[in-house]
């Protein structure tokens, strides 16, 4: 027994010597530029062209017929099973129903009703919307850049931008010297969207944050704020402020995520979190944060999707990109995982819980129609296996950052680990009843999170 006492001892007095250390966490040098076109380098034209999205009427034929067809060879769930085996067959042969009723066109004018551009940057035409007003007496614009991830495109953003734009319109009154509005720029991540894809190698987070801190130094943007969700939009927002530092003005991220097998320190101060919670979570952070064992569980039960995607992407989608129910069934496979954490037992994974069914579907769309899951999933392998992958997530970042939790993401790390990787983390929120998709699921509470840091730091 005393032996056990002994080691337990050792075991925590060299925790504490290696989580009193300072480790050095200085930034990776990024590269400045680089060229992801098609063949021979050649210099961007910085044209910024105006873009509306018109998809042919012979497309969306096709895929009608292919969700026809594909319904047809759907295999039944097993007796008794919902979304233990994946995605539930039955429920979406359900979906199939209203998706064969689903009228493009309607919403791809509602989609029109944002200004579309795009602009070529490091040899892709980038595509993004850009919404603002001209600014009434007594408001202050400021510049706003909003970075989704995967499984989502710009669609998360469409109830965020008007509120950020137009506040007042939603009742919003933020800004002691004048209502802040913002001017908000949403791209979309190269490959992504109606977003030229990479035609070479190499272009993960760190390169779309250059072409985004590009972008924004493009259109005049000298200073702005980063709002980014989703595992890579963190990513990418967190790149962005290491690169532009300067231009950044607040980093605010939704649900950020450090593993524990980062570095030692995070993995000592993991396991003593689990061993004593009390330690370093306080009574929110307690319901919220997974314990390291549950996390692990978590990670080998239902991450099978972000293994496949970082390592055989381009196998998996010649499947996806083939069949509509495919991609379907891929795509909001990963949207039940980040809503609710029982998804499994759910005969509809618990989609329908703050979703609507066209909300889905329309990601679904923009997914087919412009063929973005084969560059998403290149976008994993070549973010989580970039030789810069390992250091840039263990930089530590000194710019004001706020961090926003929703209760029900897939996975966040506790507010004392970000602190490590965010040293001048000035906002840290539980909130809202959504998961990983807090634009969709909670918008106006984002919207609210975003004004008030950016009041905080401006006032
Ligand atoms: C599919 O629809 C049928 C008929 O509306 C319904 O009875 C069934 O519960 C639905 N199943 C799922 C998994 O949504
Ligand atoms: C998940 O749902 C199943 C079925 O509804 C239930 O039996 C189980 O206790 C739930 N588990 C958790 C962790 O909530
Ligand atoms: C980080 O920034 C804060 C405030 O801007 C400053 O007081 C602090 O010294 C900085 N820390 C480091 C390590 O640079």
Known sequence: ??????????????????????????????????????????????????????????????????????????????????????????YLKNLTETWLKYDWKQHEYFLNTFQHYRTELEGLLL?????????????????????????????????????LANPGRFGFDFGGKGQIVFDVVVPSIPGFAWSEGPSKQGFGFIECARVYSKLMERLGHKKYFVFGMGDLGVEIATALAHISPDSVWGLQVANPYISPLQDAQVFAESVLTFLAPNLYLDEREQEVILPLDRQISSFLDHFGFFMIQKTRPDSLSVAVNDSPLGLASWLLDRFALGIHRNYTSHPQGWLQNSLTVD????????????????????????????????????????????????????????RHTLSRRYTNLVRYTIGGKGGDFPALQESRFVAQEIFSFVEELTS
């Open 1 to 90: 027994m005393w032996k056990y006492g002994a080691v337990v001892f050792l075991v925590a007095i060299s925790f504490k010597l290696l989580l009193d250390h300072e480790f050095p966490r200085k930034p990776p040098k990024f590269e400045k530029d680089d060229y992801f076109g098609e063949g021979a380098v050649h210099a961007d034209d910085e044209t910024i062209h105006d873009f509306s999205i018109s998809i042919d009427p012979s497309q969306l034929e096709d895929l009608k017929e292919r969700v026809r067809m594909g319904r047809q060879r759907l295999q039944a769930p097993l007796e008794g099973s919902n979304f233990e085996f994946g995605f539930n067959t039955a």
């Open 359 to 414: 909300e889905l579907l329309t990601e679904v769309h923009i997914y087919w129609l412009t063929g973005t899951l084969p560059h998403a999933a290149r976008f994993f392998r070549n973010s989580y296996e970039h030789p810069l992958y390992r250091e840039t997530m263990r930089a530590s970042l000194n710019i004001s950052t706020a961090v926003l939790v929703l209760p029900s993401t897939s996975y966040t790390s506790p």
């Open 127 to 163: 595509h993004f919307t850009r919404t603002s007003f001209s600014p009434k007496k007594n408001e202050k614009k400021l510049p706003i850049i909003l970075i989704h991830g995967y499984p989502s495109s710009f669609w998360d953003f469409y109830k965020v931008i008007p509120i």
